[in-house]
């Protein structure tokens, strides 16, 4: 059983910068891929970006690709994923997400993860 726990989230002009965490409880969290969504008002929840166990491999949805950052500590048992550049569509409702018991992480579908946090909430306003 894997529960995770973002933070982090907040309202923040257009251009500025944000970081979220998410919190990993289980010893499965060093050896899981682990990933980003967010799900904006109306819309599907959709892939931002995910990372390997080792953290030695990443991959990006292209709308984020050279302004959002994954990372994760596997010390701390925390993802992270820091944004910036941030633009109004950016707007949305984060979630973390793992996929315990399997190795790949570039992933994009919903039902290819198997654990997901509550969620936090990123506003930009521009």
């Known amino acids: 059983q894997v529960q995770l726990v973002e933070s982090g989230g907040g309202l923040v002009q257009a251009g500025g910068s944000l970081r979220l965490s998410c919190a990993a409880s289980?010893?499965?969290?060093?050896?899981?891929?682990m990933g980003w969504f967010r799900q904006a008002p109306g819309k599907e929840r959709e892939f931002v970006a995910s990372?390997?166990?080792?953290?030695?491999?990443?991959y990006y949805t292209d709308s984020v690709k050279g302004r959002f950052t994954i990372s994760r500590d596997n010390a701390k048992n925390t993802v992270y994923l820091q944004m910036n550049s941030l633009k109004p569509e950016d707007t949305a409702v984060y979630y973390c997400?793992?996929?315990?018991?399997?190795?790949?992480?570039?992933?994009?579908?919903?039902?290819?993860?198997?654990?997901w946090g509550q969620g936090t909430q990123v506003t930009v306003s521009s």
């Open positions: 997400a793992a996929r315990t018991g399997y190795s790949g992480y570039a992933y994009t579908r919903r039902d290819d993860w198997n654990y």
């Open positions: 289980g010893r499965t969290f060093s050896r899981s891929p």
């Open positions: 990372i390997s166990w080792s953290g030695g491999s990443t």
